[in-house]
């Protein structure tokens, strides 16, 4: 994809976007905190405008609109590599005429479902549990979400292993899975 930043002469270095979902998390939780929660304590009755739980619920459907939005972003990439011709391609060998800030949305929508779940959760943790066993949560909550990220990138390496390989197609991919 071509990763100049909006037309101009600055390249985006394919690890740095990321920093999108940072920057969406930190802009959402200050915005929250700034804006929401005064204007939803007035109609709630509560000091801090949600409870737990609904901020722990927004977060998750976000999570969810986050998964449709990329794969909506992966088919529109997909057809244009098609279209262009570059379906045979390695993703490293050429670049494609289809701008790389298609991109930002996936990545801001999860870091705006995090403010919401991640700090929800943290907070949840923190009042509902003895202080003993907060700390434990937490670590235990860290240490599910990097467990989480190492399946998620064994299916991903297991997914392009069987792809890649020459000729393969959907019947290959279920005869060598299943």
């Given at each position: 994809m071509d990763r100049r930043f909006f037309l101009s002469k600055f390249k985006i270095p394919p690890a740095s976007f990321s920093v999108f979902g940072i920057l969406s998390m930190t802009a959402t939780a200050v915005f929250y905190v700034q804006v929401l929660v005064p204007l939803l304590s007035k109609f709630t009755k509560r000091k801090r405008g949600l409870s737990l739980k609904e901020r722990m619920g927004i977060g998750i459907a976000i999570s969810c609109l986050a998964t449709a939005v990329s794969a909506i972003v992966e088919r529109k990439r997909r057809?244009?590599?098609?279209?262009?011709?570059?379906s045979n391609y390695q993703a490293d060998a050429v670049v494609m005429n289809m701008s790389a800030m298609w991109l930002v949305p996936q990545h801001c929508l999860p870091g705006i479902a995090e403010a919401f779940n991640f700090i929800g959760r943290t907070e949840f943790y923190y009042s509902q549990l003895a202080k003993t066993m907060s700390s434990i949560a937490i670590s235990l909550l860290a240490f599910g979400m990097g467990v989480g990220s190492l399946i998620a990138g064994l299916i991903v390496s297991?997914?392009?292993?069987v792809t890649q390989s020459e000729g393969a197609g959907l019947l290959e991919v279920v005869r060598i899975t299943g």
């Open positions: 057809n244009e590599a098609i279209r262009e011709g570059l297991v997914v392009k292993n």
